[in-house]
């Protein structure tokens, strides 16, 4: 049987994100799910080994337990370099597998066709990758940057995972890679070292690794029809969001509003700090994106979200939407409240939202109004909190 192993545990740097990017959303799932599904759907293979970071491990192990349809799987925690962790990956492997694929959890589009065929010349030719031929020209350079030698295009071909080997040749090249303290930039490098020929399986451009933003967005397109999202029928206008949220006023809480702290003898409720102008923002912001809302992405059941400082929830929806090719425009918002009163307040809100997103304050509207002491706000129950955001 098959066993595959998924290299997860990168720092998606290049993403610019703080988030590990193969939890990002493609289509209707995580980048990680997409991937784990297309190669559930393959009868040969029986067994998953997704390779994570420590820091990840509880939300990927929640993430696979509650998606349907995966094949059996295993988490191992993963190295410093992507060699290392497919080698921790490696100490899994079930006693059936007589092949083993590795492919990028982060190149989600790869088709079951490219999967199957790699198994199929890895049995018959002991190691084989997919790879598709190369569009550019390629140049040796020397360290002055001077070019040494122009190789033949139609030699070349540009790799991709997944890459597949019989196990115990995959575990020696793995062997005598850490007794030489070699390392490779892909899988197959390690068993040419040792010797072995490594059959090519034509793959598809498609099959793209996830790395930089732009990367997202071109993956996004490349989906099939029915989970594409609406956005592709005009890039070039502006989108438009709206959010509101009210948070009870209660005693012994904080008041903080817009990341900053009011002095007020009563504070909000709620499993976060309860910033009701930040939510309606983020609301706005996932809204014009399309992209669900606040509950959906920050669970207020979720205790790693219970007391968390929302600019940090606001920060990463911008991260989010970067990751989707959107940048904000402008907001404009306005807090309902009896009492305190704001106005004090509203330039340093207005400066600390800026901060945190990293765009001019001129761009930020906070306004504030009472509602002349009728309905919930008015009686100072509690505070409601309206943002529209326009993205681009
Ligand atoms: N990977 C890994 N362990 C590492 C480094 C990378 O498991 N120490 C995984 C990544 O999670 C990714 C795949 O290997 O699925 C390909 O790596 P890459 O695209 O470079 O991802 P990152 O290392 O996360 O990105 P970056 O290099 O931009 O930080
Ligand atoms: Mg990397």
Redesign the pocket.
């Known amino acids: 049987m098959v066993t595959a192993i ?10 610019g994100s703080d988030i ?3 939890f990002l959303m493609l289509g209707d799932e995580p980048v990680l799910i997409r991937t784990l599904k297309t190669f559930s759907q393959s009868p040969r293979i029986n067994f998953l080994i997704v ?2 970071n420590e820091n990840d491990k509880d939300d990927v192990e929640e993430l696979l337990n509650k998606t349907d349809g995966l094949k059996d799987w295993a988490i191992a925690i ?5 060699q ?3 080698a921790n990956g490696l100490k899994l492997l079930p006693e059936d597998a007589d092949i083993v694929l590795v492919h ?4 989600p589009l790869v088709s079951l066709t490219v999967i199957e065929e790699v198994i199929e010349a890895a049995e018959k030719f002991g190691g084989a990758i997919a790879a598709v031929p190369e569009k550019n020209t390629v140049k040796f350079i020397d360290a002055q940057n001077f070019v040494t030698y122009t190789p033949p295009r139609s030699k070349l071909v540009e790799v991709q995972t997944p890459q597949g080997f019989r196990r115990e040749l995959l575990l020696r090249a793995y062997q005598q890679a850490e007794e030489d303290n070699f390392l490779g930039t892909d899988d197959s490098s390690l068993v040419e070292r040792i010797g072995d020929r490594i059959k090519i399986v034509k793959s598809d451009y498609s099959n793209i ?4 933003p732009e990367d997202l967005t071109m993956a996004q397109s490349l989906l099939p029809d029915e989970i594409q999202p609406a956005v592709t029928h005009s890039a070039a206008l502006p989108r438009i969001g709206i959010g509101y949220d009210v948070h009870k006023l209660v005693h012994d809480r904080n008041l903080i509003l817009g990341n900053v702290k009011i002095d007020y003898e009563l504070g909000l409720a709620g499993h976060s700090d309860a910033d009701v102008l930040i939510h309606a923002i983020i609301d706005a912001i996932l809204g014009a994106a399309a992209l669900g809302d606040i509950g959906q992405h920050f669970p207020d059941n979720d205790v790693r979200y219970k007391g968390i400082d929302s600019g940090e929830l606001l920060k990463r929806v911008d991260m989010l939407i970067k990751a989707h090719g959107y940048k904000i425009g402008n907001i404009d918002s306005t807090i309902v409240a009896q009492k305190p009163k704001l106005a004090p307040y509203i330039l340093k809100i207005r400066a600390r939202l800026a901060e945190i997103l990293q765009i001019d304050s001129s761009l930020i509207s906070v306004k504030a109004t009472t509602t002349e002491g009728l309905g919930f706000t008015g009686k100072g129950e509690g505070i409601a909190a309206y943002a529209n955001v326009l993205i681009y």
């Open positions: 998924f290299p997860a545990a990168g720092s998606s740097r290049r993403m590990n990017k193969i390779v994570v993963g190295g410093s370099e992507r290392y962790s497919i990028d959890a982060a190149r690794k996830i790395t930089t």
